[in-house]
């Protein structure tokens, strides 16, 4: 079992920055990665960022390169989000998930476990 829990979602204009984070706890080898999803209103929940444990690599969607960064602090277990030049279209309730097996996963159906999400709402 893995247990997530998000925070660092809120309220912020456009063009600022947020940094979520993701603790997690319970079944996390070396052989999980870690995501990050986002699911706006009436549309489906979309890939925004995996992070492997054990080596680092990365893949960050291309809605949010350069304006998104992943990153992992294995001693502590968490994972965070930090999102900078923030847009409207970046509204959305925001998830962590983590994925048992060694590749790294870009949709949601390849992931194991899920937190609870926390909103992001982007004012224009």
């Known amino acids: 079992q893995v247990q997530l829990v998000e925070s660092g979602g809120g309220l912020v204009q456009a063009g600022g920055s947020l940094r979520l984070s993701c603790a997690a706890s319970?079944?996390?080898?070396?052989?999980?990665?870690m995501g990050w999803f986002r699911q706006a209103p009436g549309k489906e929940r979309e890939f925004v960022a995996t992070?492997?444990?054990?080596?680092?690599?990365?893949y960050v969607a291309d809605s949010v390169k350069g304006r998104f960064t992943i990153s992992k602090d294995n001693v502590n277990k968490m994972v965070y989000l930090q999102m900078n030049s923030l847009k409207p279209e970046d509204a959305a309730v925001y998830y962590c998930a983590a994925r048992l097996g060694y590749a790294l996963g870009l949709t949601y159906r390849e992931y194991d476990y899920w937190g609870q999400g926390t909103q992001v709402t982007v004012s224009s």
């Open positions: 992070i492997r444990w054990s080596d680092g690599r990365t």
């Open positions: 319970g079944r996390t080898g070396s052989s999980t990665s």
